[in-house]
């Protein structure tokens, strides 16, 4: 078994930052990535920056969020810079997690909502 456990969000003002953190527990053996999602209702759930071999961010969010990992602690924040209000949605981390030499898995964590208004 594996878990995401998520905190971080909230209510914040256009021009104000938000930070996100994300931890993965359980029958770990390795992250392959983890990463960001975001949702808003009736939109698909959108990538909004990954950390894997390699790190991207999609394009409405770069140079104003940075994703971040520590690899021994099996965790991943989302610092939130100059968020604006169609940054608005529930901010999902997601995991690709090897449990055993074979088996991998995508895992999704519970969801944080971030709300940008003024």
């Known amino acids: 078994q594996v878990q995401l456990v998520e905190s971080g969000g909230g209510l914040v003002q256009p021009g104000g930052s938000l930070s996100l953190a994300c931890a993965a527990s359980g029958s770990i053996v390795s992250i392959l990535s983890m990463n960001w999602y975001r949702q808003v209702p009736g939109k698909e759930r959108e990538l909004v920056a990954r950390?894997?071999?390699?790190?991207g961010y999609l394009e409405a969010v770069k140079g104003r969020f940075t994703i971040s990992r520590d690899k021994a602690k099996n965790t991943v924040n989302l610092q939130m810079n100059s968020l604006k209000p169609e940054d608005t949605g529930v901010y999902y981390c997601?995991?690709?997690?090897?449990?055993?030499?074979?088996?991998?898995?995508?895992?999704w964590g519970q969801g944080t909502q971030v709300t940008v208004s003024s």
């Open positions: 950390s894997g071999t390699t790190i």
């Open positions: 997601n995991a690709v997690i090897a449990t055993s030499g074979k088996d991998r898995g995508t895992y």
